[in-house]
C-alpha cells in the first residue's frame, strides 16, 4: 500500500538516516512499490512508498524557503475551487501537484486546512519555522498508518515493520490484541500486536513538537456531524443517491489512470459496472473456484455490460502456499490467509487497469445492514433494549456471525488456561465493552453500523484494499463524502430497506439486475414481478431436482472452500507451524487444546471449524514475523521480479 513514514527524534538511539533507511528495507514486498526517501535535518527523515502511478512527482514537496516540508500518500477529490482560488492568490502553480497543493492550503491555512479536503489520503507535515510535525488522514482513514511515541522518539508508517524499525519503540505484547484476536479473528478500535504501536484514528491531526517531545492528537471530525434529512420520499433518495454516486463515479475514473473493477455476484461491484458506463466498460475481473456463484454470474454481468471480463481460477488450495508469506507480509496478520483470495489475480489484473473501482463496504453504507445483511434479523443488534444487551450481541456476532465462525467460550478457555493465560479469558469481551462504550453519543438507528464501520470494516476487511493496493491504487466509491453523508441523513425507514439498492440498480441498468444475487440466487430487481416471477421458476426447479435428481445445475456461493483445502493441500503446511518446536517453546496456547481442535478439524464432522484454526496459525506467523529476531540484513519477503509474484 502507498504511504508515508518517517522517525523523528532530538536524541535518537540511531541516526535519522539509518532508521529511514531501514524502514524502507523493511517495508518493500513487491517489484511494483518504489520507496524515497529524505533526511531533512539530523533530527527528522520523512519517506513514503508508492507505485508510480498516483503522485509521480519526486517528495516531499517543499516550500520556497526549504522550512517546511509535506509528503503526500493518496489523492483529493473535487477541490478545483480551492486550487483555482489559490493559484489567483499566488500561492500555487497552475501546473503543481496534488502534494505542492496540499503544501499550499497548509502555508496558507495551516494544519485545519488539509481538513477540509475531500478525498483518500495521509499527509506527513514538517514545520521546521516552529520545529512541529503534523500528520492527517482523511475523514474515514482510508490509507491506513501505524504511529509510536517512546523515549524521546516518533515513528510512523503504513506497516508496523516500518514503525519497530525505530530503535526507541518497544516491542511488548499488546494481551489484548492477543485475547480479540483469538475470539474475532481481528482487533478492535486502534490496537495492534504491540502494546506501545497504535493505528492512527480517522480524521486525525496529530502533532508532534519535536523541541518539548510532547505528542497531541484531534479528531476532526466524527459520525454524529451527519445530519437529518425529513420529508423525502424513497424515490426521491434513490434519486439523489443516484446522482451522488454517479458523481463520485465520475471523479474516479477520470483519467490517466486506467479503472477496472473486481467483480463478483454480490450487488456492490455490480452498482459500480452499471454506474461506470463509459463508451468502453472498465475491465472486470473475477477469481473463485470454476462453476461457484460469483464465478458464473460476474462472467454473465460482463458480458451484459459489454466488459472485458478475466478470471482467475482457484482451483484448489495450492495457491495458498504460493501466496501466504506474501499476505503476510503486507496485512502483517492483521487478516488471517484465509482472506488472502484475490491476491493471485492481482498481477493480471495490472496489466490492464490502475486502479481498482473497489465495492468496499457499500453494504453497509447503502444496504444499511449492520452485521448479518438480513434485515428483519440485523434489528436484533441495532435496536437492543439496553446497554447489557447490546454488549452481549454484539460481542456474539463478532465471535461467531461476522466471519466464519470462531471457537466456543470453553474452547477459549481451554487454549489459554492451559497456557497460563487464564487472566485473558473475558479480556476480549471487556475490550468489546470499552469500545462499543465509545459509540454511545450516536444516534441509535445509526450506531451499530458506525461502530461495524470503524471495527469490522476498517480493522478487518480495509485489509483487502491494503492487499490489492500493493500492486493497484485502489478507489473507494462508497466512501464519497457526500454520498455517505446523504446515506446517513436518511430516515432509517428508507436507508435500511432491503430493497435501496436494487432500486438504484434497476434504474441505471435494468439488465444487470437480470442476473442472480449470488446470496439468495434471486434477481435484484425493483419489479416485484420479476423477482417473484424468478423465485417461483426457482422453487420449481429445485423440486424437479429433487424427483429426478441434478436436472438443474445448483451453484455453490463459495468461491474458496478454505476448509477443505486446510484438509489437503495445506495440511503439511498448518502442521508444520501448530506443532513446530518453536510453537511448542513459545507456549501461546495449551497444546493438548490446540491437537483437539485440529483432529476435530481434520475429521470433517463440523461446519466451520476454519474459524478457530486459521486465528491460530496466523498468530503464530505473527510472532515469528514481528517479534522473533529478525534476519541478519533485517529484510523482510521481498518479490522483485513479476514472475516471483504470479503463480
Known amino acids: 500500500m502507498s504511504g508515508v513514514f518517517g522517525y523523528l527524534g532530538r536524541a535518537t538511539e540511531q541516526p535519522?538516516?539509518?532508521?529511514?533507511?531501514?524502514?524502507?528495507?523493511?517495508?518493500?514486498?513487491?517489484?511494483?512499490?518504489?520507496?524515497?526517501?529524505t533526511v531533512i535535518s539530523p533530527q527528522v527523515a520523512l519517506g513514503r512508498r508508492h507505485l508510480g502511478l498516483l503522485n509521480q512527482q519526486p517528495q516531499p514537496a517543499q516550500s520556497a524557503d526549504g522550512k517546511v516540508a509535506l509528503c503526500l500518500a493518496g489523492e483529493f477529490y473535487f477541490q478545483e475551487a480551492q486550487r483555482h482560488q489559490l493559484e489567483r492568490e499566488g500561492w500555487l502553480d497552475s501546473k503543481a501537484s496534488a502534494a505542492e497543493f496540499a503544501l499550499a492550503l497548509f502555508l496558507r491555512d495551516g494544519a485545519s486546512g488539509l481538513t477540509k479536503l475531500e478525498g483518500a489520503f495521509t499527509c506527513s507535515i514538517w514545520d521546521g519555522r516552529t520545529q512541529i510535525f503534523w500528520l492527517i488522514n482523511d475523514r474515514y482513514g482510508l490509507y491506513p498508518h501505524y504511529y509510536a511515541h517512546a523515549r524521546g522518539a516518533f515513528a510512523f508508517a503504513p506497516e508496523l515493520k516500518g514503525v519497530i524499525s525505530a530503535p526507541e519503540i518497544p516491542r511488548r505484547l499488546n494481551e489484548t490484541a492477543l485475547a480479540e484476536y483469538l475470539r474475532f479473528q481481528q482487533l478492535l478500535g486502534n490496537k495492534t500486536w504491540f502494546a506501545d504501536v497504535q493505528l492512527l484514528p480517522p480524521a486525525s491531526l496529530l502533532r508532534y513538537d519535536?523541541?518539548?517531545?510532547?505528542?497531541?492528537l484531534e479528531q476532526y471530525w466524527d459520525w454524529d456531524q451527519i445530519g437529518e434529512i425529513t420529508g423525502l420520499t424513497f424515490d426521491e433518495a434513490v434519486e439523489e443517491a443516484s446522482r451522488l454516486f454517479q458523481r463520485a463515479i465520475q471523479a474516479m475514473t477520470a483519467p490517466p489512470l486506467r479503472p477496472g473493477i473486481f467483480l463478483s455476484g454480490g450487488l456492490d461491484g455490480r452498482?459500480?459496472?452499471?454506474?461506470?458506463?463509459q463508451?468502453?466498460?472498465?475491465?472486470?475481473?473475477?477469481?473463485?473456484?470454476?462453476?461457484?456463484?460469483?464465478?458464473?454470474?460476474?462472467?454473465?454481468?460482463?458480458?451484459?455490460?459489454?466488459?472485458?471480463?478475466?478470471?482467475v481460477p482457484l482451483e484448489d488450495?495450492?495457491?495458498?502456499?504460493?501466496?501466504?508469506?506474501?499476505?503476510?507480509?503486507?496485512?502483517e496478520g492483521m487478516h488471517s490467509w484465509m482472506h488472502a483470495h484475490g491476491i493471485s489475480m492481482l498481477a493480471t489484473a495490472r496489466q490492464h487497469m490502475d486502479v481498482n473501482l473497489s465495492g468496499w463496504d457499500g453494504g453497509t453504507t447503502m444496504g444499511g445492514f449492520a452485521v448479518l445483511e438480513e434485515h428483519q434479523a440485523d434489528r436484533y443488534y441495532r435496536y437492543p433494549p439496553d446497554e447489557t444487551a447490546f454488549y452481549e450481541r454484539m460481542f456474539?456476532?463478532?465471535?461467531?456471525?461476522v466471519t466464519w465462525p470462531g471457537m466456543s467460550e470453553g474452547e477459549a478457555a481451554s487454549l489459554l488456561s492451559g497456557a497460563g493465560r487464564s487472566h485473558l479469558r473475558d479480556r476480549a469481551f471487556e475490550s468489546m465493552r470499552q469500545e462499543l462504550a465509545r459509540t454511545r453519543h450516536y444516534r441509535p438507528a445509526h450506531r451499530t453500523d458506525y461502530f461495524i464501520i470503524q471495527n469490522l470494516i476498517r480493522r478487518s476487511l480495509q485489509n483487502q484494499i491494503i492487499t490489492q493496493r500493493s500492486m493497484l491504487e485502489v478507489r473507494c466509491p462508497y466512501f464519497d463524502y457526500s454520498f455517505v453523508d446523504f446515506m446517513y441523513c436518511l430516515p432509517d425507514t428508507i436507508r435500511t430497506r432491503p430493497e435501496f439498492r436494487r432500486a438504484m440498480l434497476t434504474k441505471r441498468k435494468p439488465e444487470l439486475a437480470l442476473v442472480p444475487y449470488e446470496k439468495d440466487d434471486r434477481l435484484p430487481h425493483s419489479n416485484q414481478l420479476f423477482r417473484n416471477g424468478d423465485g417461483f421458476l426457482r422453487r420449481g426447479k429445485a423440486w424437479i431436482n429433487r424427483?429426478?435428481?441434478?436436472?438443474?445445475?445448483?451453484?455453490p456461493r463459495l468461491y474458496a472452500d478454505y476448509e477443505a483445502y486446510l484438509r489437503t493441500d495445506l495440511r503439511n503446511w498448518a502442521e508444520s507451524v501448530l506443532f513446530d518446536q518453536r510453537t511448542l517453546e513459545r507456549g501461546l496456547f495449551d497444546q493438548a487444546a490446540v491437537r483437539s481442535l485440529w483432529q476435530q478439524h481434520l475429521a470433517g464432522e463440523q461446519l466451520w471449524t476454519i474459524g478457530k484454526i486459521a486465528p491460530l496459525l496466523t498468530l503464530e506467523m505473527v510472532m515469528r514475523r514481528l517479534f522473533d529476531v529478525a534476519s541478519p540484513d533485517g529484510r523482510e519477503l521481498i518479490t522483485n521480479k513479476e514472475e516471483d509474484y504470479v503463480t
Not at 519535536?210 to 497531541?216: M, R, V
Not at 456474539?396 to 456471525?401: E, G, L
Not at 424427483?547 to 451453484?555: A, E, S, Y
Request: charged letters at 20%.
Open 396 to 401: 456474539r456476532a463478532f465471535c461467531q456471525d
Open 279 to 311: 463508451p468502453t466498460p472498465p475491465p472486470t475481473f473475477t477469481f473463485g473456484a470454476p462453476g461457484s456463484r460469483d464465478v458464473v454470474y460476474a462472467a454473465r454481468l460482463a458480458r451484459r455490460a459489454g466488459a472485458e471480463h478475466h478470471w
Open 547 to 555: 424427483r429426478v435428481g441434478g436436472l438443474f445445475p445448483q451453484r
Open 271 to 277: 452498482i459500480i459496472l452499471a454506474f461506470a458506463d
Open 16 to 37: 535519522v538516516a539509518q532508521v529511514i533507511q531501514t524502514m524502507s528495507t523493511r517495508m518493500r514486498h513487491v517489484f511494483t512499490q518504489q520507496l524515497e526517501q
Open 317 to 331: 488450495g495450492r495457491w495458498v502456499l504460493t501466496y501466504h508469506d506474501l499476505h503476510l507480509a503486507l496485512t
Open 210 to 216: 519535536l523541541e518539548h517531545d510532547q505528542l497531541s
